[in-house]
């Protein structure tokens, strides 16, 4: 069933919705979603936000010309592969003029090397918890991880590496996401044909597209970094020390095993307040602890507390590599400290209980340099900017709004750039989701 490009407009705020889908549903899905303002959660590893959202039921389309998948759904955003023209690809949902997919032959990832070990047949295996699959082979800010999180022991296609002259454990690894990871494509750069029976093709063209695939092997051996010279050989055939404890702590039902569960989690704490007030900590160890925990009660009473404590550690420990890197430029380095904290203040904040009703609060302006034909709207509060608004669906015209403060949900589809009070700096930018009115339109503010 074949679509033309569909448009949409509103009484508040003209857009036009662009979907070349193969399916009817795919389409009107679309529609409705920016009709009624539909909305889904959407979970990433530095924030929870909900988005309007609509999911299609399984739908496949083909990849029209120069369809290229992002990391995020923004043009600016990291290109993660190019589908060829033809290509099958599998509809997850669909969010204003953007679709998210899996193509036939899967989505290529960065991971860094001390989360895998090697596998057979040029796989790895990955160990660890929640670990970030990334667009680009860095931690950097354009390098913004995906949503989906990878569990120890998932077996992935390894496809490259970074560079080879590098222990594995400080190198990163190109490897194929596991089924079911997306990507964000315009919607219009999907090609007007019909796909019968697009399960069996999916089926079929994935094991063509990994037939193709080059065969990568990765050392058995590494080195694990720690505070002293020793060096552990961890084998393919090895599972990790948290793994075999995560199956013997899953056994355990008895009261007993409940409270060696709390003082796990207790021993964690005790390590984190140390380290906080030591001159010198090892985050690493800090992080372990933390992990050892979740992946025994993954739904435990104090799960997310264990998940914020190990985002933080991890920033603390890049925050610690960025600050010992002499090989840093002096301008990449106060750039990269600068994000690394605000990324860790963010983390912090998180755990305040009042924290989380809004994303971002302010008197929303017109901000007087954009362009007349696409104004561009911010928030400001305390005489500064705290975020660029947008909403892609359509739901708010936000040209009503002007002079109200407001507290705004959405999606952060970037975060803020450069320092706060410079010229080069940017406000986070936000996709509204749901929006506030806190006070009327004031005389002066």
């Not at 007993?256 to 704490?269: D, G, L, N, P, Y």
């Not at 901000?367 to 911010?378: F, G, W």
């Amino acid at each position: 069933m074949s679509r033309h490009l569909y448009s949409l407009s509103t009484s508040s705020l003209a857009a036009r919705t662009l979907c070349a889908a193969a399916s009817v549903c795919v389409l009107s899905l679309a529609a409705h979603a920016q009709q009624t303002g539909e909305q889904a959660t959407t979970t990433t590893t530095t924030t929870t936000a909900t988005a309007p959202a609509s999911t299609p039921k399984i739908e496949y389309v083909r990849a029209g010309t120069n369809a290229k998948l992002f990391n995020l759904p923004d043009p600016k955003g990291v290109v993660l592969t190019t589908a060829e023209k033809g290509t099958l690809l599998k509809v997850k949902e669909v969010r204003g003029t953007w679709l998210s997919v899996e193509p036939a032959g899967g989505i290529p990832v960065w991971i860094y090397g001390k989360y895998l070990i090697a596998a057979d047949k040029g796989s790895a295996t990955v160990q660890g918890t929640n670990v970030r699959m990334r667009p680009l082979p860095s931690t950097s800010q354009d390098s913004y991880p995906l949503d989906q999180l990878l569990k120890g022991g998932e077996t992935l296609k390894v496809l490259q590496r970074a560079d080879e002259t590098k222990p594995l454990e400080k190198d990163w690894v190109k490897v194929l996401a596991p089924a079911g990871t997306i990507g964000w494509m315009q919607a219009s750069n999907a090609a007007n044909q019909t796909v019968v029976d697009g399960a069996k093709a999916m089926e079929t063209e994935h094991t063509a597209a990994l037939a193709k695939l080059p065969m990568v092997t990765l050392p058995t051996t590494f080195a694990t970094s720690t505070d002293t010279t020793t060096t552990a050989a961890t084998t393919a055939t090895e599972k990790p020390a948290t793994e075999q404890t995560t199956a013997a702590e899953k056994v355990e039902t008895t009261p007993a095993a409940a409270a060696k569960t709390t003082s796990t989690f207790a021993a964690a704490e005790q390590q984190y307040e140390a380290a906080r007030a030591a001159t010198t900590a090892d985050w690493n160890a800090v992080k372990s602890a933390y992990e050892a925990y979740l992946a025994a009660n993954p739904k435990g009473a104090s799960a997310d507390t264990a998940r914020l404590r190990i985002e933080e550690c991890e920033l603390r420990l890049q925050i610690a590599a960025i600050e010992s890197d002499k090989k840093l430029r002096e301008q990449e380095r106060e750039v990269q400290l600068t994000d690394a904290k605000r990324r860790l203040q963010a983390a912090s904040l998180s755990q305040d209980p009042l924290w989380g009703r809004f994303q971002a609060r302010g008197w929303l302006e017109l901000d007087p340099y954009s362009d007349a034909k696409t104004p561009r709207y911010v928030l400001r509060f305390g005489g500064k900017t705290v975020a660029e608004v947008v909403c892609g669906t359509g739901r708010y015209d936000l040209s009503q709004y002007i002079g109200y403060e407001l507290g705004v949900m959405g999606t952060i589809t970037r975060g803020a750039i450069g320092e706060p009070g410079t010229t080069s700096a940017r406000p986070m930018r936000l996709d509204t989701a749901r929006l506030e009115v806190i006070s009327g339109r004031p005389a002066r503010r």
